[in-house]
């Protein structure tokens, strides 16, 4: 270990100010190990169209709390040794993210080898490139321009899309699917659809990943994860590709997705995510825009979303946006159809340390209970609004 220093991924404009200037996968230091993190926490006050209120701390409304070792190690040649250890975890209680499942590094596990002028090679547990672009790269609106994690796609639609009805079979999809229960006096009715685009990051164990330098602005990745199942070599397995373009301020990025599940004939389906976006600035103007979509490769469920953002840059310290979200679901969710906007307003403190203050209100169509984060209304609306203070180190 040659010496250590503080260093962060690539951030969108909506917080730009408070992050380093973005890593892409392709770009290393030399021999370093890196100590690092972002921490956002606030208070959130929750209403639904009832008029029932929730106020409570809200972890990473914004962007995921997280702590990570990263280092490079310098081989030679152009050929270096890479790896990265994230983990995900609550500012409220100190304690391991319920994503996380109990796991130190669930969020990210895995070692590599780059070679200059080529690309790299990572084996470990991964998340697939949802999270590097749309995430990590800013394309999102929800991340780029106004809402956060807040503002993500979502929905209590998660037992129809993956196909699971009643108590039993909703627990134990719980605990080995995407999504998590909705419980109601201690039994499971149903489950929230957190993330169902996969653009707020899911990992994909036992993977494979390579990711290509970038050439003319363009790159592009494969992914494979190995179920682990002797004998059934598809059973649990996923894979992930990607294509991705960045010139100046201009992102873009094509993502397609399949992570089989258990609770979906018996580990032999799953769901499929298709993501396309782009984002880029002029002059103080930032503009995003994507279109997600979720399938269950078995029964045909299906969602799409439509994503689209302006955010401003009022003052080299504030900046101020606004997205909105459409989605609709096939007649497998009951036809649902959600109205979702999102309003932020950010101030940097200095680089590393900044306050907001967002809100997203969500109505659906009435098949499902409106839902943000992992909060179910009582009926079609919901709000929230959130004051924090985000902190990188």
Sequence with gaps: MKHWRNQIWAIPPVVAAIMAPGVCPSAYAQSSVTLGGFLDVGVAAYRDGNGSRLIQMQDSAILPTKFFIRGTEDLGGGLSATFSLDSLFDLSTGGLDPQSRGGMFEDSAWVGLHQAGLGVVRLGQQNDFALDYFLIGGIDPAIGIAGGMLNFR??????????VSGPAQIGA????????PIVNNGVPTGMAAINWDRAGGERMSNSVKVISDEYG??????????????GDFSNGSGK???????AQETRAAVVYTEQNFSPVADGHGGIANLLAGIRTKIS????????SDARNTVTGAKIYALASGIGYDIAPT????????????????????????ALQLTHALSPRTSIFMTGTFQRTNGAYPAEIGFTVAAGNIQSVVAIGLQSRF
Excluded: C, H
């Excluded at 999809?173 to 998590?180: F, K, L, N």
């Excluded at 103080?284 to 279109?291: C, H, I, P």
């Excluded at 946006?321 to 109205?339: M, P, R, W």
């Design 284 to 291: 103080r103007f930032t503009l995003a825009a994507m279109y």
């Design 318 to 341: 504030w900046n101020i946006g606004a997205a909105y979200t459409y989605e609709n679901g096939n007649a497998l969710l009951k036809n649902v159809t959600i109205n979702q906007a």
């Design 240 to 246: 992930s590709a990607a294509v991705s373009f960045r």
């Design 217 to 230: 602005g363009f790159s592009a990745g494969a992914m494979y994860s190995l179920g682990g199942v002797a």
């Design 154 to 163: 979502t929905g209590s639609f998660g037992a129809d899309l993956l196909g």
């Design 173 to 180: 999809a719980a605990a080995t699917g995407p999504y998590a």
